[in-house]
């Protein structure tokens, strides 16, 4: 597999997540785009719940040469959320795009991964990892896939 061609093709649905509360960052993660969901993982959302009131929402994809944000509360945030697991269990929230605000409707505009049947997956199968690791948007490793 070339994982350099897997993120020139993808790094358009690739969403940078940060809260930040006073100015100051507090917490942060990965989303990635899929038919109409902005996917994360539950711990990254919790993110946003420091003070809904206070805590500004702020996105980041890749586009081109250059980088799309968008801003929103924490509420408008927290008011998309249409599906959470506990993060102890399978550790993932999916947003509902159209409940985001309309003045953002446009960023969500770019690489629409797909999911895959867990009957596909199969052991030895080639991963990879993307997304904001270090506040830097890469492939972070290739790894067999070992299921149980």
């Known amino acids: 597999m070339n994982y350099t061609g ?5 790094k358009t649905g690739v969403i940078k997540i940060e809260f930040i509360v006073g100015g100051k960052l507090l917490g942060g993660g990965s989303g990635f785009i899929v ?4 996917i ?9 719940h420091f003070d809904l009131e206070k805590t500004q929402v702020k996105l980041t994809r890749h586009c081109g040469n250059k980088y799309d944000r968008a801003l929103m509360s924490g509420t ?19 947003l509902e795009i159209e409940k985001f605000p309309k003045k953002i409707s446009n960023f969500f505009e770019g690489y629409q991964f797909s999911l895959e049947s867990c009957d ?29």
């Open 6 to 10: 897997l993120f020139q093709d993808s």
């Open 35 to 38: 038919n109409g969901m902005l």
């Open 40 to 48: 994360t993982n539950h711990h990254v959302f919790l993110g946003c």
């Open 76 to 94: 408008e945030f927290s008011q998309a959320n249409i599906s959470s697991s506990e993060e102890s269990k399978e550790d993932y929230t999916i």
């Open 120 to 148: 596909k997956v199969c052991e030895g199968l080639p991963i990879a990892f993307i997304g904001y690791p270090f506040n830097k948007q890469n492939v972070t490793g290739a790894f067999p896939f070992c299921g149980s």
